[in-house]
């Protein structure tokens, strides 16, 4: 049987960090989904097309090998898009213990409407300290976000500025 997983997010932007818990999410799966969802609760700096296409150009460029699939899903619960596609777990990134107590509930939730199991992946020691939502500030104060993000990111971002 084909093991699928999900690696949900907002990706905006896409991180070093997330590029490294898809990569490690696709060598313990068979089919990996990177899956970019909107969040109702963040106020979105790139539309989600955006984001996909960001996301697909740094698994590029990263030269990710296994069955990446990236897409988006904006309607309905997470667990229909996982039931859809035969995923039976989801894997998450966290870096605290901030993001263990947002996470968990919903992986009680998850695993209650659907048997859908959570995944919790430590990320690099290089990249801890990265969110997508850091990325944004540095980038709208100008400053350089190539050290936390692929380069198809960074000179995204470089040229928005310019």
Known sequence: ????AVVPGSFDPVTLGHIDVIERAANMFDEVHVLV??????AALLPI?????????????????????????SVGLLVDYCTDVGASVLVKGIRSQVDVAYETPMAIV?????GVE???LLPDP???????????QVAALGGDVAPYVPRAVADFLQAERE
């Open 126 to 136: 290089a990249h801890a300290h990265v969110s997508s939502s850091l990325v944004r």
């Open 49 to 73: 097309a955006q984001r996909v296409s960001l996301i697909q150009e740094s698994i590029a460029e990263a030269e990710l090998s296994g069955n990446i699939l990236v897409t988006s899903w």
């Open 110 to 114: 998850n695993r209650n409407l659907a």
């Open 37 to 42: 969802v909107h969040n109702p609760d963040k």
């Open 1 to 4: 049987m084909k093991r699928i």
């Open 118 to 120: 959570t995944v919790f």
